[in-house]
């Protein structure tokens, strides 16, 4: 989905996705291996291209690992876009600010109520 999409986020993990005969395609040509020698918050990608270049990716450390911690940025666009379809923006981002200020709040209860 990353090499198609650009992303691998729960928008790109759906069954309709998964049917794509473009992502069935490109799924089939996929080798995946574990390196035991690379630390479990990194990642690397080796693609070799029909035209017989080889790409090669390496992430030392993922984003959200203690050396590269999220942004409050970073996590806003991630529950943003885990609750679409769900909630609606006005919500979604009320909840967030309620998020932001729990210890402002007289009725932490608010937080469930939004959510819902």
Same mark, same amino acid.
């Given at each position: 989905?990353?090499?198609?999409?650009?992303?691998?986020?729960?928008?790109?993990?759906?069954?309709?996705?998964? /049917?794509?005969? !473009?992502?069935? +395609? &490109?799924?089939?040509?996929?080798?995946?291996? *574990?390196?035991?020698?690379? =630390? #479990?918050?990194?990642?690397?990608?080796?693609?070799?291209?029909?035209?017989?270049?080889?790409?090669?990716?390496?992430?030392?450390?993922?984003?959200?690992?203690?050396? /590269?911690?999220? !942004?409050?940025? +970073? &996590?806003?666009?991630?529950?943003?876009?885990? *609750?679409?379809?769900?909630? =609606? #923006?006005?919500?979604?981002?009320?909840?967030?600010?309620?998020?932001?200020?729990?210890?402002?709040?007289?009725?932490?209860?608010?937080?469930?109520?939004?959510?819902?």
């Amino acid at each position: 989905m990353a090499i198609e999409e650009g992303a691998a986020g729960e928008k790109q993990f759906s069954d309709v996705a998964a /049917r794509d005969p !473009t992502i069935m +395609d &490109l799924r089939d040509r996929i080798v995946a291996t *574990v390196d035991p020698n690379v =630390p #479990p918050d990194a990642a690397g990608i080796d693609i070799t291209l029909r035209d017989g270049r080889h790409l090669r990716l390496y992430v030392p450390h993922a984003i959200g690992s203690i050396e /590269r911690p999220m !942004t409050d940025a +970073d &996590l806003e666009k991630k529950f943003a876009g885990l *609750v679409e379809g769900i909630l =609606p #923006p006005g919500r979604t981002r009320r909840l967030i600010d309620l998020c932001w200020n729990l210890e402002a709040l007289t009725d932490v209860a608010e937080v469930a109520r939004v959510a819902c």
